[in-house]
């Protein structure tokens, strides 16, 4: 089975630059998560699809950042304009569904974004 | 907003010993717990979970426990071995949060050979 797949593993940007990461979660996942990681803390949840709609989007800085799914399956997760704060690793995850008991993610590599 | 802590930043533990890994929560109406474990430069793992209805969960050398009077759960890995050496995040999901995953900070382990 392929795992949650994640590009790019890197980038690096100036503030107020954009930036976009691509996430292809495992086939047949119906759920699909952003979370951010910053260094020293543990992942934080930015979003959460369910199939093509949003289940929870309420930590997700609307202001500069956007993620879509469409057609249920790729994501992407946009930054614009990035600010000195947004350097984080951004994984991706995805589940079989909401309602799978105890909901076990599984995670993509991870995208690490640096804003100089 | 802190619904999950692991308050230990590193844990060190010779080879062959335990390795005991503590979390603490504040929401009493979770679900499930769970462990991931990190390597650098990957993602998080599935390791272990447990039901909030239930005390303790075993699979092979990691076993879970749940106190839930204390709101306090610890991983035990017996014996440890070095390639246990990574962050570990204790992870909880349900309740007011719905199907949200909540993590902790997480513990980063060294076991020495």
Known sequence: EAGVAQSPRYKIIEKRQSVAFWCNPISGHATLYWYQQILGQGPKLLI????????????????RFSAERLKGVDSTLKIQPAKLEDSAVYLCASSLSLN???????FGAGSR???L | DQQVKQNSPSLSVQEGRISILNCDYTNSMFDYFLWYKK???EGP???????????????????VFLNKSAKHLSL???PSQPGDS???FCAAIGGVGGFKTIFG?????????
């Open chain 1, 48 to 63: 959460q699809f369910q199939n093509n709609g949003v289940v929870d989007d309420s930590q997700l800085p609307k202001d």
């Open chain 1, 100 to 106: 799978s008991g105890a909901n076990v993610l599984t």
């Open chain 1, 113 to 115: 974004l640096t804003v």
């Open chain 2, 39 to 41: 390597y650098p430069a």
């Open chain 2, 45 to 63: 793992t599935f390791l272990i979970s447990i039901s909030s209805i239930k005390d303790k969960n075993e699979d092979g050398r990691f076993t």
């Open chain 2, 76 to 78: 035990h890995i017996v």
């Open chain 2, 86 to 88: 990574a962050v570990y």
């Open chain 2, 105 to 113: 900070a997480g513990t980063r382990l060294f076991v020495k050979a």
